[in-house]
């Protein structure tokens, strides 16, 4: 392509120039662009790390509170078992005496006769008592 003259060669390195400058400020605003973007990305990162923190002390504190309830469900535990050994031995007493023939007739006729005995041997005393003497 033969050149017509000066001023197509100076139109032509004007256009390059042009195209040129279009390019850098192309090139800038890309550059502005990815470093806004990290800019986002570690302020979301940032945040992220504090709401994963936060959610991290939520669950440790209710494994906390339920370590804690575990503790107290354990002693509850060992004081039912024990009550219940002592509910047990009650127990095996009464059907000891139902297998003896026994029952709360029986019981209780043997309880008035041990209070009856009582007031019997110590009738004097009682009597001196309520009678204020």
């Known amino acids: 392509m033969p050149l017509s003259g ?3 060669l100076e139109m ?3 256009a390059l120039m042009q ?3 279009d390019i850098q400020r192309e090139v800038t605003e890309i550059r ?3 470093k806004d973007s990290d800019a986002r990305a570690a302020l979301s990162y940032e945040q992220s790390e504090q709401r994963a923190a936060a959610s991290r002390s939520k669950m440790y504190a209710k ?3 339920l370590a804690g309830r575990f503790t107290k469900t354990e002693s ?3 004081a039912l078992s024990d009550d219940m050994t002592e509910v047990k031995a009650v127990t095996a007493e009464v ?3 139902k297998l003896m023939g026994l029952g709360a007739l029986g019981v209780t006729g043997m309880a008035a006769a041990a209070v009856a005995s009582l007031i019997t041997a110590y009738w004097t ?3 001196r008592v309520l009678r204020g003497g």
């Open 6 to 8: 000066p001023k197509s």
């Open 12 to 14: 032509m390195v004007g």
């Open 19 to 21: 195209a040129v400058q």
């Open 32 to 34: 502005r662009d990815i």
């Open 63 to 65: 494994t906390d509170e």
């Open 76 to 78: 509850a535990v060992a």
């Open 95 to 97: 059907t000891r005496w």
């Open 125 to 127: 005393d009682i009597w």
